[in-house]
């Protein structure tokens, strides 16, 4: 045998020993202790170059059943593209849960234990059900048909007590009806958000005011209500027990509904929801036929399309921000009220 040959021999059980530790240390897997701070959205991204993967995390670890009630000392195993969580047994810190982080678009920051979201652009409108509105534009003072920002205009309010001069409201325009997906019930007339308006003068009954800001065009008929200002601040909020809803309208009539995207949902207030609750978006999992043919009854948890944020509460109806998007969701998927 060749000293040449020896070499290459060696050479090779060499490799085939690096080779087969580093089978090993795959089939192990790496395993990553949650720091306070970490968020599944960041450990997706880190581990496995996939921030909307974290709701799969959920999905297929089901001895978890809070992806949120994850904490600083608990362990993650990172294997074969994907993350594994692994149960804690106490020795974690439970002083602050692990979170996923809103995206970039939406600014964040700590405040105690709270989380605050600068959701910008409120002109998301609301299902009007029994609410009455306070006031009506009525014309403007030029006769002009379109109206935008600075046209002073004329407003019959339907009641002057406590209406000062600087006071502002938010105008609507009453659009379509809005129907339940599931069981065709009318559900109320959705609002768009066109903008706002600010008090200047009174002439008897008559107000003056001034359009101050415009998110659609204004005309004649648009209906007065409470302000809501452009940006908002919400406080993420532990969520009561309730009941599961759907999602049944979407701002502007979209489709198809991800991240940064306004949904209506058919539960409010008196179904134990508040402002900054978090949700969960689901939709049944759909078994192919050759795995109901091996597993008869099979139940199959439900696929998690994404997370949104209650952003705006009204008794039986709320609007909400997603937040975070696994894949697409449409009107008339679940949600479901994070209460843990």
């Known amino acids: 045998m060749t000293r040449t040959f020896k070499h ?27 720091k306070k701070g970490d968020t599944l959205w960041d450990l997706s991204q880190r581990f496995i170059d996939d921030p ?3 709701p799969n995390v959920w999905a297929k670890n089901p001895e978890i059943t809070n992806p949120h009630l994850i904490f600083p000392g608990q362990k993650i195993r990172i294997l074969d ?33 709270a989380l605050i979201l600068k959701a910008n652009g409120s002109s998301h409108g609301f299902i009007l059900t029994h609410q009455k509105p306070l006031g009506v534009l009525a014309d ?6 379109l109206l935008t920002e600075n046209d002073v205009v004329y407003v019959k309010m339907s009641d002057l007590t406590g209406v000062d001069i600087g006071d502002q409201y938010s105008l609507y325009a009453r ?9 065709g019930e009318p559900l109320g007339t959705m609002m768009s958000n066109l903008g706002s308006l600010e008090i200047m003068e009174f002439h008897g009954q008559t107000v003056v005011a001034k359009i101050d800001e415009v998110f659609r065009e204004v005309s004649r008929g648009a209906e007065l209500f409470p302000y809501r200002p452009q940006q908002q601040e919400i406080t993420l909020q532990q ?8 999602i049944v309208a979407a701002r502007d009539e979209k489709s198809t509904l991800s991240t940064q995207d306004i949904i209506f949902i058919d539960i409010g207030s008196r179904d134990g929801l508040a402002s900054g609750n978090l949700i969960y978006l689901t939709r049944p999992r759909q078994a192919s036929d050759e795995i109901l043919a091996q597993a008869e009854g099979i139940e199959l948890p439900d ?13 039986s109806n709320a609007a909400a921000l997603i937040i975070k998007s696994a894949t697409e969701a449409h009107i008339g998927d679940q949600v479901s009220l994070v209460s843990e």
Request: cysteine-free; charged content about 20%; proline content about 6%.
């Open 303 to 315: 696929a998690v399309l994404g997370a949104a944020v209650t952003i705006d509460v009204k008794d």
């Open 140 to 145: 403007s003072v030029d006769n002009r048909v």
């Open 81 to 113: 593209g994907r993350l594994e969580i692994l149960p804690a047994y106490g020795e974690a810190e439970k002083d602050q849960p692990v979170i996923p982080a809103p995206p970039e678009n939406v600014a964040a920051e700590a405040t105690g234990e």
């Open 239 to 246: 969520g009561q027990a309730g009941r599961d809803g759907f």
């Open 175 to 183: 659009g379509d009806l809005v129907e339940h997906p599931r069981t």
């Open 8 to 34: 290459w021999l060696l050479l090779s059980l060499l490799f085939l020993f690096l080779a087969g530790n580093s089978t090993a240390l795959g089939a192990e897997g790496q395993i990553y202790t949650i």
């Open 52 to 54: 909307y993967y974290w």
